[in-house]
Nanobody
Framework: QVQLVESGGGLVQPGRSLRLSCAAS????????MRWYRQAPGKQRELVAI???????NYSDSVKGRFTISRDNAKKTVYLQMNSLKPEDTADYYC???????????????WGQGTRVTVSS
């Protein structure tokens, strides 16, 4: 059984920073692409950032230059450093990853349970 567990959400003032973490656990043979999505109240879930297994990254235009995605392959963990936060960044943030297990080496897509980020003064 594979789990993705996010942490690091909370309430923060505009202009401040926050770092999210997402750790994968279980009988994992490899972790391929890892992503962060977010879903604001009343809106569709959107892709925020993506990082491949070799460290290549890409970002949505709304966060480019403010957010940084990174990963620690030894810890099977992905991070999202969020700087210069704005009220419009308020959302539930979800970790997503393509993971191969020891039992089934083909990649399967997994989601975390989400962590809430609220940007407000």
């Amino acid at each position: 059984q594979v789990q993705l567990v996010e942490s690091g959400g909370g309430l923060v003032q505009p202009g401040r920073s926050l770092r999210l973490s997402c750790a994968a656990s279980g009988s994992i043979s490899r972790v391929s692409v890892m992503r962060w999505y977010r879903q604001a109240p009343g809106k569709q879930r959107e892709l925020v950032a993506i990082i491949t297994s070799d460290g290549s990254t890409n970002y949505s235009d709304s966060v480019k230059g403010r957010f940084t995605i990174s990963r620690d392959n030894a810890k099977k963990t992905v991070y999202l450093q969020m700087n210069s936060l704005k009220p419009e960044d308020t959302a539930d943030y979800y970790c997503n990853a393509d993971i191969g297990t020891i039992a089934a080496r083909a990649l399967t897509n997994y989601w975390g349970q989400g962590t809430r980020v609220t940007v407000s003064s």
